[in-house]
């Protein structure tokens, strides 16, 4: 039997666009022979579809797509995540469900036993878990079909009661599929393949496992699908953060199952900043994709993070819809303004300089009866952002780009930045990584030619809004203030933990403090491209106005 | 038997103070007599806690509040709910719990079935439900004790498979106690009282309420616990919207249970326009004193929106910690400024005006080159609000002021708003009230003598960014849009529904366009204050990025 793993890029909600692309792959499965193919999770309808889920007409077009899918069913079977109705008399009302469609009609429904509903998932919000377990008979095979979460509860200690294989693999599966919607992030490639190889051994059958790829506002999906034979060897690998598809012949033996493979990609050792890198790029080009934009602006400082985000955006927009725009001040220096000019020049692209002073000095003079008895101070300083902010936004707003924002994890971390300045944008590109990760990405970018100046690399950071300002005045080095940071936002410890870790109590009680103490600033900070198992926006949740270490 | 229920205001991770809070009430009730004494859900912590409880930290500091509080528990008993540790091996980390402290020791622990999570809740991401049922002796009487959610799955077709006082009812209690955290909607007061009632009926014992009162950020508790007979009579309602204790004499007779209360303070009809003011004013102030703010700033327009925060804000404040400014331009007519004044002279609150012209021009002139052979738009309309934004913010932080914001549901929902112009400040007070009902809460307001001018409630609105600019060249009758958009947001109907329900079939298309597509507005918007059963915010959560409907 020949099986066809297809890893497509979803529009959340496009279901003409979604249901079309299913259909011609199908129909080019089916050409060249192949008996069943595999869709991610929740295909139809685009994941995570949040709330969308709630309207009728939603579920409804997309059990209108199932059914005109299963018409291409005829000679070959399909795999097809699709949210669908609980007929039930009790509990939520829907399921998150896997259609196995075979012979023009839906031959078999399997549900989604396991929720996710931790970080960014919320799928308990929408979903009742499945309770009953059936394999599917097909050709020759019988098939345990899962849904991504559905494979992960293999630890010591599980947060879900059951694991709806050890209910599957009763019936005497030959292999597993499972469908996904398994984003990436930094740590995630390494996990989700641990979790598929543990399964094959575990229950000692092949996997088949097709995960989503594309970006859907903050959250990126890598793909990375794969097949892994019962003794835990990854025998093929699709493409990261693009397309693929691909087929494998599987052969019953009498004691076993053999999967064939034709120029098989084996798994291999992978490149962090690489992959941080096509994440981005890949987020950046379908936010603007998908919400129709095609041209990007951003301000640049002459600093290291605006830098790497017109970088960024160059490779997923195409230099030619990258537009740079220079404010300087009377506080910038000159070689604010020159670096920034060597970038665009490396860069090849559009740029602008349009200095503040005499909108800072409007503004000033507009403040002068209320300002005159105090000292030059932070809001000074939030001035000048947010004239660069406004200046930005009117050219954005008057030419249809997406302004993109550049704030990075550190100082969103501990409110270093003003809100409606530096903290504008549709996006925040970068806004998952602390400053020694820009500075390590960087550093990769410019391996085998010089894109980003060096002296944008080497220069001390600096906001640059009083004079001689430098962010080590008022913030510990770099290396000490991110990893007490991930500490406590990645790996989630506690103010007594990090102090056990090694690092000094008032400095663990003033950066805790001022995490929490600028999460209103958070709040109205634009999604941010998540790359770390804990990225600011729906997957951390933290009140205002709490008081807990603040 | 004298049980005291204790209706108090906690501060989220505030652990000293709420600790302080419940050993306080404790010794008084003692005082008094009582021998039980019921606080709300999560009172150790506060509720929502939100992503704070996944710090071990955080659990050791409520365990820690209990074990304190549990000493002054000698002479009576107290119910404490507070977040504890799941020590089985599976399922998630924690219980939602009921704690039950008698002779100075944790005599017994419930923990709570129905873990909601559906709109602004959440807890399914933290807490393991319930499986064990088992009811409480003290005294002659046998207690049944639930918390929140646990008595809500009384309806036709319940989210929930089990329901626990269908467990708990097998082993007779004599009454229900339920702790909760039930946060103010408009509908929400009357829907609770249902639910308690049913209770009473459906398991024929008395039902013993305890709620939390105040405001968490966007959410308002307003308390209303209460006591409802076994005939389904509510014989008494605590206060809303403000602390309050009391306490009743529980009687065992051969047949029933009589409860017995000195001035009743029986259920009465409800003004919901009072309810409202009395939430916002709660929500207000509350979110100033958590933040350990005193002072308000806001912009007056000279419209509706801005009459009415600024109005709320002084019953909150006080008129003494309310500054307004008014920021005329070009545009803006003088009954804009003359509204204004009157005003603020009928509040008695400080105000001053800075004109905008210059800035805006200042402005201008830095984008002519890139808007010279361009029309005057929406670019240009955004600089004049955004001007303003910078203006309020650089008063606020230069003198530690936070800035409301007055945007209505109306434009919030279709986009009429400037992202970093109008759309800045701390907290969204009236984001959750459609522009029809700001015109009705106004008109309460004034019933017994005009505090909003009358020409701001008469004329037309307008944004006063172009010349003659009204809300209607752009937007269909308020009437007609309020009532839409209810349809689609509060009442989740899809675009055919509402068009079954007698809107114009172009009408909706092109409104559920615009509230779609403006997704990536709101999700930079400030906290909105959550007076319906769906607000903008974290509890309607949606794609940007999606393609549904628009």
């Known amino acids: ?93 829907l399921f998150n469900a896997a259609y196995f469609l075979c012979n023009g009609e839906i031959a078999h429904i399997t549900d989604k036993t396991l929720l996710p509903n931790y970080d960014i998932f919320d799928e ?9 377990f059936e394999i599917i008979a097909y050709k020759e095979f019988k098939i345990a079909l899962t849904i991504c979460e559905d494979l992960w ?10 694991s709806p294989m050890d209910e599957l693999i009763k019936q005497e599966p030959d292999f597993i599929i499972n469908i996904a919607a398994s984003p990436y992030s930094k740590t995630q490639i390494a996990e989700r393949q641990k979790v598929l190889q543990s399964n094959a051994l575990k229950y000692q059958i092949p996997v088949f496992y097709v995960n989503h790829i594309g970006a859907q506002t903050h959250l990126i999906f890598d793909g990375g699908s794969c097949v892994v034979e019962k003794n835990g060897a990854i025998i093929h690998e699709l493409a990261y953060f693009k397309e693929d598809t691909k087929s494998f012949e599987i052969i019953k ?130 001035l000048q952002s947010r004239t660069r902010g406004v200046i930005l936004m009117g050219l954005a707003n008057k030419f249809g780009h997406i302004l993109l924002n550049t704030s990075n994890k550190s100082e969103l971390a501990v409110g270093y930045g003003t809100l409606y300045g530096d903290m504008c944008g549709g996006l925040s590109v970068i806004g998952d990584l602390y400053k020694t990760e820009i500075y390590a990405l960087c550093e990769y970018i410019n391996k085998d030619k010089e894109i980003i100046p060096s002296n944008i690399l ?20 770099y290396e000490v203030l991110d990893a007490l940071l991930n500490n406590y936002i990645e790996e989630e410890m506690g103010p ?6 090694g690092f000094e109590p008032n400095l663990v009680q003033k950066i805790l403090r001022m995490v ?14 998540r790359l770390s198992k804990k990225a600011f926006g729906p997957g951390r949740r933290v009140p205002i106005s709490g008081k807990y270490l603040s």
């Open 1 to 93: 039997m020949k099986i066809t793993l297809s890893q497509l890029s979803f529009h959340t909600g496009n279901f003409a666009e979604n249901t079309s692309k299913i259909i011609s792959a199908i129909q080019e499965a089916e050409l060249l022979g192949s008996d069943i193919i595999v869709f991610s999770e929740l295909a139809t309808c685009g994941y995570p579809a949040r709330d969308f889920l709630v309207f009728d007409d939603f579920i409804n077009q997309a059990l209108e797509s199932i059914t005109s899918i299963a018409k291409h069913c005829t000679k070959i079977a399909a795999i097809v995540g699709s949210p669908r109705v609980n007929n039930l008399s009790k509990g939520k009302a």
């Open 253 to 382: 033996n009498s004691e076993s199952i053999d999967v064939i493979v034709a120029n098989p990609s084996k798994s291999r050792e992978r490149n962090q900043l690489k992959d941080i890198e096509n994440a981005l790029i890949l987020g950046i080009k379908q936010y603007f994709q998908k919400l129709g934009f095609k041209q990007a602006i951003l301000g640049l400082s002459g600093g290291i993070d605006s830098a790497l985000v017109c970088y960024l955006a160059c490779k997923a927009l195409g230099n030619e819809n990258v537009w740079a725009i220079l404010m300087p001040s009377q506080f910038s220096s000159q070689h604010s303004v020159d670096d920034s000019v060597k970038l665009v020049q490396n860069l090849q692209i559009k740029h602008d300089i349009i200095p503040i002073e005499n909108t800072f000095q409007s503004f000033l003079n507009s403040l002068h009866e209320f300002y005159k008895d105090t000292p030059f101070g932070l809001a000074e300083e939030n």
């Open 516 to 529: 929490n103490m600028n999460e209103w600033k958070r709040w109205q900070a634009p999604p941010v491209l």
């Open 124 to 132: 308990y919000r929408y979903f009742e878990p499945n309770k009953n």
């Open 458 to 477: 080497s220069k001390a950071p600096s906001a640059e809004l009083r004079p001689d300002q430098k962010d080590s005045d008022s913030l510990p080095p």
């Open 496 to 501: 007594t933990q990090i102090i056990q870790a």
């Open 153 to 162: 509860n293999i630890v010591e200690n599980p947060i879900y009661p059951t």
